[in-house]
């Protein structure tokens, strides 16, 4: 007889292609003694009379914002899986989604303006007009636990007013003076950006290649010793900030000092002498992160929050009015939070939407993302 031996074992990842389903709901009924008819429970639904359900809800909105996908692609590739909806249909499961996690969207705005450090950034965003497109924008928030995004007509300076109120903390921006009603001796504290700072002196390289290579360079030094604190651990410790005056400060003293005696050589309309006003004119701001470990050295963080916003630029290109920025201000918060918490942005998409309109109002705070748990899932066969 043979002797057996343990299987071989491998794996295969194999993909699933997704499917559409049209469930069929039955609702009971019974007439009482008195002729009332009385009705079993309805099935959930987003909305009043939504004929979608959730999960398509949540595709279309997810797809949007995460993944920056015109609607026409996803027409596309819904019909692929077997339903075929209009543009118009895929807008409204859009739009309706929006509206419905509003009170969410509100919520995390109000938890970024009591945030002691938020990061900003604006981007344009096209609105579609009569005769051309408009440049709206759109604005990103970044604090501790939120990415949040706020659409407004104009670049002016009455949105993040409007957001960040009177609140006190400390704002990290680049040198736009839109923020400048924010950031003033009663509310907030101003800190600088050093990568914007560099990015001016890159500029430089080709016509002051050795004045810009040395900024770039000491720029370098100081990141370097950002690694140091990270690879001991000590990042946004006291310890971080000994190590900031020890290193840090001796490099920006020197370079400044540099700087301050170049000034006066340098054409001021050249790359390099916008790149030295630029440094020295920000440089109350950029220095802030010596005082303080847990400021960072740079606005990079809400930076690459913009990037999905400069991607739909490329594909959907424009919103079509003031309202649809809104709405798409608030899926792209709910989607960069979900994915800054680890959460599926689909999944609770879908959970949430049919789950706010009748949560109370004083538990909201329970379907924020990092909060959130999913109820028992629905049938999963036809």
């Known amino acids: 007889p043979f002797e057996a031996l343990p299987p071989e074992v491998s794996f295969q990842v194999e993909l699933i292609p997704s499917r559409l389903v049209r469930y069929r709901f039955e609702v009971q009924r019974s007439v009482c003694p008195n002729g009332h008819i009385l009705l079993g429970p309805r099935p959930v639904r987003v909305g009043d009379c939504s004929h979608y359900g959730p999960a398509l809800h949540a595709e279309v909105t997810v797809s949007k914002a995460t993944d920056a996908m015109p609607v026409h692609r996803l027409a596309r590739r819904l019909a692929r899986a077997g339903l075929r909806l209009s543009r118009s249909a895929l807008n409204d499961l859009w739009h309706r989604s929006a ?58 300076g009455e949105t993040p007013k409007q957001l960040l ?141 913009l990037r999905i916003i400069a991607l739909g630029r490329d594909t959907f290109r424009w919103v079509g009015n003031d309202d649809a920025g809104e709405h798409l201000a608030i899926i792209h918060t709910i989607a960069a939070t979900c994915a800054l918490h680890g959460v599926s942005p689909n999944a609770y998409v879908a959970d949430v939407i049919v789950r706010v309109a009748s949560h109370p109002t004083a538990e909201l705070d329970d379907l924020l993302p990092w909060n959130w748990l999913p109820t028992s899932p629905g049938p999963t066969t036809p």
């Open 99 to 156: 509206t419905l996690l509003r009170p969410v969207y509100q919520r995390l705005l109000e938890l970024v303006k009591a945030s002691t450090y938020v990061n900003a950034d604006e981007t344009s965003q096209p609105v579609m007009a009569p005769e051309h497109c408009r440049n709206g924008f759109m604005w990103t928030f970044v604090a501790s636990r939120i990415i949040a995004y706020v659409f407004s007509p104009s670049r002016s």
């Open 165 to 305: 109120g009177d609140s006190t903390g400390r704002l990290q921006v680049d040198g736009y003076t839109g923020y400048n009603g924010v950031v003033t001796p009663d509310r907030r504290i101003r800190d600088g950006c050093l990568a914007h700072v560099r990015r001016y002196f890159v500029k430089a390289l080709d016509t002051a290649r050795e004045h810009a290579d040395h900024a770039i360079h000491v720029i370098g030094q100081i990141y370097a010793v950002e690694y140091e604190a990270a690879g001991a651990d000590i990042l946004g410790t006291d310890a971080h900030r000994l190590l900031r005056q020890e290193k840090s400060r001796p490099l920006l003293e020197t370079w400044k000092s540099h700087l301050e005696a170049l000034r006066p050589e340098v054409p001021p309309k050249s790359p390099l002498g916008a790149a030295i006003r630029y440094t020295l004119n920000q440089w109350t701001y950029v220095t802030h992160f010596l005082d303080d470990p847990k400021v960072r050295l740079d606005n990079n963080v809400s930076e690459a929050a």
